[in-house]
């Protein structure tokens, strides 16, 4: 089953009513202009993560100073709609909403706009009774929305922009329309970028909401892979701004199975995002209960034992895997019914109670903050001050300490680019570099060095020394300077070199070895055979030595024995033929993480 367009319609309609009725009569509502803030919840003690820009390690995501941070927050929308405003500011003041989220726990806001806001749009449903919002009038949205994310980032909480729809009108399938080409959607994720770069409080863009049939992923179409589309936006907003994490929802169906709008992620296993900074990507999905629409899984007799392997199939097995990390950008209900009931306690242990896991954990915004959401509500209830404590109380497990405040002021300079970038050694497995010291206002922390577009590891001083390459091959290395606010440098100019001998072993046989994910503590890599020879092989082996202690843990394809660091895998019984100039393939789990590539030799029985 897909999302049904009625359900977001009615969601537009009553959103675009309540907005219509509620500026009518602004001044029935008497509010504070500032709302008193009660101590945050969880402790605000302990909110010293989150500083600067945060880049991704496994499937966490860390902040400058490589602290693990959980987004655990609400979607606050309207801007999308043809208020261009978020909602609600026809009743209180934006500070007092802001407020009362942080007061409430959440540390996050997801901050949906339509590409109308390009246009000089101005907001409507704002009051200005008894001084509030009067640091707004005669401001255009994006002026606005300026306003919103200071504040926020000035009281510790981040914002995620997410293109929600090409305009007002209504959600769109794929990424573009008629009326708003390709060439405008990443013209205005690019003006965003640059608009709030230096500015930490905004830590990513969400592409595009909820793409869905007939998009697909993976498909090679290039007018419907929403797969490529991510990576040329994606790819776009790095280039003006490389500090921003960029964040990819899925689509409605991949091979056949289909799910939530944007919310199927099935074939990132096969066809995963490929950006030119690594450290920069988090996949989304979107997760609903049957107040929205029905699907399978909520009338299987196992209801709800059954929803953990519902989402694993979609869209869990990225972080369960440590593939990246995962944003639950939206989910929500009315409540109403004991199946969505089940449904969300099921869902809130499934994204990993934070006092148990900490932020090694799903991230999240529930949908939504506004009460006037027609099929799921919100955190507030109609008069927009009251908490629904029924819903909120569901997700206080999962809440999460909120982050260090200023993140709208502050350092917002990037160093200088590195220069003199230059291979100062080569091995058969290494490879050494240098390069000219960056300048910065406020001081340089370190350097990241990235191996063509992955990053091969990073340096206090100028200098560095990339190990376990294999022998007789050519890499290409950039490096990227930053500071302690987690502003980044852009790259600096290219240099290749190729390390000595004449590669990994022959014998009938090559391997190439990539690693597929390291979180510290351990990783997973994955090897590919080919047969270089003539003839179908029989058999082969692949065998390397570790550079450090590392051990294998698990092995999937072929089978493996180990002796201190030598390691010797042998192919299982399905796939040890291989046709001439074909290939095939083996991976594993090792630990610890950062092993680097070893040297492989392959040899092959014919």
């Known amino acids: 089953m897909r999302h049904p367009p009625s359900s977001r319609v009615r969601r537009a309609l009553v959103a675009l009513l309540t907005a219509t009725l509620a500026a009518l009569v602004p001044f029935m509502v008497t509010v504070p202009a500032r709302a008193a803030v009660a101590p945050s919840s969880p402790s605000s003690a302990a909110a010293a993560s989150g500083a600067g820009y945060w880049h991704t390690e496994g499937r966490r995501i860390l902040d400058a100073q490589n602290q693990p941070v959980r987004m655990a927050g609400v979607n606050w929308f309207g801007f999308e709609t043809s208020n261009y405003v978020a909602h609600g500011l026809w009743s209180r003041d934006y500070r007092s909403m802001v407020d009362q989220m942080k007061t409430l726990g959440y540390n996050t806001i997801r901050l949906p706009y339509s590409d109308d806001i390009f246009k000089g749009t101005q907001p409507n449903g704002i009051t200005y009774a008894n001084g509030m919002n009067a640091d707004l009038q005669g401001l255009n949205s994006l002026q606005v929305m300026d306003k919103i994310v200071d504040y926020a980032g000035s009281i510790g909480l981040k914002v995620v922009l997410d293109r929600h729809r090409p305009d007002s009108s209504a959600q769109s399938a794929l990424w573009y329309t008629s009326a708003v080409p390709e060439t405008t959607w990443i013209a205005d994720l690019k003006a965003l970028a640059s608009r709030y770069q230096g500015d930490s409080a905004v830590v990513g863009i969400d592409l595009h909401n909820e793409p869905h049939d007939p998009a697909c992923w993976g498909c090679g179409d290039t007018?419907?892979?929403?797969?490529?589309?991510?990576?040329?936006?994606?790819?776009?907003?790095?280039?003006?701004?490389?500090?921003?994490?960029?964040?990819?929802?899925?689509?409605?169906?991949?091979?056949g199975q289909s799910t939530w709008w944007g919310g199927n992620l099935a074939g990132v296993a096969t066809a995963p995002v490929r950006l030119n900074i690594a450290n920069r990507l988090v996949y989304s999905a979107h997760d609903y209960a049957t107040s929205v629409a029905q699907q399978p899984w909520f009338s299987d007799p196992s209801f709800p034992a059954n929803m953990p392997a519902v989402w694993d199939k979609y869209?869990?097995?990225?972080?369960?895997?440590?593939?990246?990390?995962?944003?639950?950008?939206?989910?929500?209900?009315?409540?109403?019914?004991?199946?969505?009931?089940?449904?969300?306690?099921?869902?809130?242990?499934?994204?990993?109670?934070?006092n148990t896991y900490g932020a090694d954990s799903f991230n999240w915004t529930f949908w939504s903050w506004n009460p006037n959401s027609g099929d799921t509500g919100g955190i507030l209830k109609d008069d927009w001050q009251t908490v629904d404590t029924v819903k909120d109380g569901y997700l206080a497990s999962i809440k999460a300490p909120g982050f260090t405040g200023g993140g709208g002021g502050g350092d917002t300079t990037a160093p200088s680019t590195p220069t003199g970038l230059a291979v100062t050694a080569t091995t058969a497995s290494s490879v050494s570099l240098s390069w000219n010291a960056s300048t910065d206002d406020t001081g340089v922390s370190g350097y990241d060095v990235y191996r063509g577009t992955a990053k091969a590891g990073s340096a206090s001083g100028t200098s560095f020394t990339d190990t376990g390459l294999s022998a007789g091959t050519r890499y290409d290395y950039t490096v990227r300077a930053r500071d302690a606010a987690g502003n980044t440098s852009a790259a600096s100019a290219a240099v290749t070199a190729t390390t000595a001998g004449t590669g990994g072993g022959s014998s009938g046989c090559t391997a190439t070895y990539k690693v597929s994910s390291d979180w510290g503590s351990g990783f997973n890599a994955d090897v590919t055979v080919t047969n270089t020879g003539s003839t179908t092989t029989k058999s082969w082996q692949v065998t390397w030595e570790w550079q450090g202690g590392q051990t294998i843990s698990g092995m999937w394809n072929a089978s493996s024995t180990q002796t201190g660091k030598a390691v010797t895998a042998k192919n299982a019984d399905h796939n040890g033929a291989i046709a001439a100039g074909a290939s095939t393939g083996f991976g594993f789990s090792a630990a610890p993480g950062g092993a680097g590539t070893p040297v492989l030799s392959c040899r092959a029985a014919s």
Do not use: H, M
């Open 223 to 255: 007018s419907t892979d929403w797969r490529l589309a991510a990576e040329r936006a994606g790819n776009a907003v790095l280039s003006v701004n490389p500090s921003l994490l960029i964040f990819v929802e899925g689509v409605q169906t991949v091979n």
């Open 315 to 354: 869209w869990g097995y990225i972080f369960k895997q440590n593939i990246a990390p995962v944003w639950l950008g939206e989910f929500g209900t009315t409540l109403q019914s004991t199946v969505d009931q089940k449904w969300l306690a099921a869902l809130v242990d499934y994204l990993r109670p934070t």
